[in-house]
């Protein structure tokens, strides 16, 4: 069985991405479990790999030809983009350039995970203010891939990754009186299944999922509230039918301390961010899920201060990539 | 004889013991039955007495009770720990609700504050109770503190959830209603009498001379500068700003997911949430079951588990599955700290009569 091809989009040239996803596409660990493709421009690349004193071959290679790419040891393969004029890289600035070839990256990579020519995207650090400058509205990367795989923006769920916990979010960036609205019985069953169908990409022949009431304590049988009575019990209750394992509405306070479950479903975005980011500080990757594409980006940011330094460490590029890695036992 | 036998009075703390059906009446014998963990004052449980000695009888527990009829009984030594006998109106069986209890689980609550009302009591702390069967029984019941809040003619209280260490204290700007109406719920008069609470009973009850809160606000990205709600803008941030100039330390409002993080919470001495489901996931995960819950604003101090009636444990002998005592234990000691610190006032608890 072949091993299944990650492409690594190497995120803001001008942060700590390029250092990281090529110290994790050199990682023996990560090659053991998957062929690393990067996917930015090699003079970036170049750079960062000169600046912490890494000298691997560098093969560019074409979407197209990344299934039948073999690695040979020590080098690493790259998708090359020209998105830099020489002297436009500026280590740890902000800059629209730097903005637009994060973009560039990420999308080439969505683009060759949609063409089947990766298995999944890991996305190594953006900075949302270069993306910014580069005049494009960032929501962050679930609907960013939506757009790309062209699927409406809703479709694509972001998956909060840390420890044994996937945490689903049926409503992300939207005030609580919109989101109120956007839960319906259609989105919640459509969340839980991209939820089951996601997590058997990545490996879970049979997964378990626990949803979250809106109400305090899941509104204790209609004290305050009625959204789990007339929405999310029997969007359960048609999940149920067409034979997933799921259960609740359970009150969102003590139910992410429920283990056997392999994703809890979440109404809100401060139901899933904030024991997240609390538990799990700078631990908690993004997956995108509910498009064909499987994409995650990682659980810090492009820590533009050390940018060059030979200082940052690749492990939670390596996290993201065994996270997904899985996925080529189902797919192949 | 009576003055001679505890010189300086140790503070009476009553222990209301929930829903007979559930693990209230074990969590308190459990309590009772471990001297170290009630030191510093003396424990009344409130309940019925008949009750409360068959259930240390089945889970095995040695703990002398001494029934008592009133308040004044409480009051005086004895043997053992003291029980205000409430009786029940029907034999509770452990794990199946009855409705017909319901008044008597409310009676435990009336009794309880009585006492601390008239100063028998120097605070009280509340095993779990199960809402849905008292609302079962025609009685419209939507939680303690909101039970407590009426009955001490308290226009508005504030919910803290505490636990872990160092402590994390959060407060509720709303509690237990419906998502929806939350944001209408949230006004800047209400916010304002909120924080105003908060802040001193942080210094009143709790001791913080300067009590540092910070804020979340309501939507994602708290708002992101009205991209996702209004409500930062329209009320969290004018009230903030209109409470500095009066001297209270506020930050915020910050995105709930940025707050709750270890960066932040080292300068805070609470954190006030804007509604339940945003601050309490954190807390009852971070603490581990030993989280409790205190209603602030009354005029007495009260403190609680912040956990259920857990029906299917009830009355599970000793050496099985038993219910953890660590949520009562700690909503215990906070009500021991508490009223030792208020104590200077109330050092002599007058063993006053009481009609009940």
Sequence with gaps: ?????????????????????????????????????????????ELHAAACKLTPEIINVAPERVRELALPAGAVALIARAQL???????????AVHGRAILDSATVAINAALASQVDAVVAAPQTEKSVQMAGVHFDGYPTFVASVVGVPRDNALLMLCFDDKRIVHVTLHTSVRKAIEQITIPRVEAV?????????????AAPRIAVSGLNPHASE?????????????????????????VEGPFGADTF??????????????????????????????????????????????????????????????????KRLARIGTVLH | MRKSVQPRALPLIALTTGEPAGIGPDLALMLAARPAARRGARLVLVGDAQMLARRATRLGLKVTLRSCAGLAACAAPGPGVAVLHVPLAHPAHPGHLDARNAAYVLGTLDAALAGCVSGVFAAMVTAPVHKGVINEAGIAFTGHTEYLAEK?????????????RPPLRVALATTHLALKDVPRALTREDLRTTLTILEADLRGKFGIARPRIVVAGLNPHAGE?????????????PVLEELRKR?????????????????????ADAVLAMYHDQGLPVLKYATFGEGINITLGLPIIRTSVDHGTALDLAATPAKAKTADPGSLITAFRLAVDLATRAAPAKRKAPARRSKS
Excluded: W, Y
Aim: hydrophobic letters at 50%; one cysteine or more.
């Design chain 1, 192 to 204: 839980i299944l991209a939820a089951v169908v996601a997590l058997q990409r990545l490996g879970v």
């Design chain 2, 247 to 267: 001297g209270m330390r506020l930050t915020g409002p910050l995105p709930a997911d940025t707050l709750f993080t270890p960066r932040v919470l080292a300068g």
């Design chain 1, 221 to 245: 049988d209609g004290l305050f509230g009625d959204e789990e009575a007339q929405i999310i019990a029997p969007a359960i209750a048609r999940a149920k039918a067409a034979g997933i394992d």
């Design chain 2, 225 to 237: 500068s009205g991209h996702m709600g209004r409500e930062e803008i329209e009320v969290i941030t």
């Design chain 2, 152 to 164: 001490t003619h308290t226009l508005r209280v504030v919910m803290m959830l505490a636990g872990g």
């Design chain 1, 85 to 95: 004029q020489p002297g436009e890289l500026q280590l740890g600035k902000l800059s």
């Design chain 1, 1 to 45: 069985m072949p091993l299944p091809r990650i492409a690594i989009s190497i995120g803001d040239p001008a942060g700590i991405g390029p250092e990281i996803a090529l110290k994790a596409a050199l990682s023996e660990e990560v090659r053991s479990l998957c062929i690393p493709v990067l996917v930015g421009d090699r003079g970036a690349l």
């Design chain 1, 256 to 321: 992410l301390a429920k283990s056997g479950f392999d994703a809890h479903v979440v109404m809100l975005h401060d139901q899933g961010h904030v024991a997240a980011k609390a538990l799990a500080p700078n631990r908690a990757a993004g997956m995108t899920i509910g498009t064909p594409v499987l994409f995650s980006s990682v659980a810090h940011g492009s820590a533009l201060d050390i940018a060059g330094q030979n200082k940052a460490k690749p492990d939670a590029v390596i996290e993201a990539i």
